[in-house]
Nanobody, 116 residues
Framework: QVQFVESGGGLVQPGGSLRVSCAAS????????MGWFRQAPGKQRELVARVTSGGETAYVDSVKGRFTISRDNDKTTVYLQMTRLKPEDTAVYYC??????????WGQGTMVTVSS
């Protein structure tokens, strides 16, 4: 059974930093492109960063230069280092494969709140 467990969220002031993690199990992790997604209140879930099996990364424009995605295949874990956080980064953050496989489940996510 595929499972994603996100952790590391919290409350941070604008301009601060936070690293969130996602431990995956039940999939051949190393062959998949992995993505970090987020869903802000009242908005649709969006992909913000992705990392291929070969380590190539891509970001949505709103987080370029501020967020860094990375992966550890031995630990089957994907990370998102977030710096210079803004209030508009407030959301629940999830990981999953990219693209998300048909019928795939989501983890519980980790809440990131950027507020003074």
């Amino acid at each position: 059974q595929v499972q994603f467990v996100e952790s590391g969220g919290g409350l941070v002031q604008p301009g601060g930093s936070l690293r969130v993690s996602c431990a995956a199990s039940g999939i051949m992790f190393r062959i998949y492109t992995m993505g970090w997604f987020r869903q802000a209140p009242g908005k649709q879930r969006e992909l913000v960063a992705r990392v291929t099996s070969g380590g190539e990364t891509a970001y949505v424009d709103s987080v370029k230069g501020r967020f860094t995605i990375s992966r550890d295949n031995d630990k089957t874990t994907v990370y998102l280092q977030m710096t210079r956080l803004k209030p508009e980064d407030t959301a629940v953050y999830y990981c999953n494969t990219d693209p998300v496989r048909s019928g795939a489940s989501w983890g519980q996510g980790t809440m990131v709140t950027v507020s003074s």
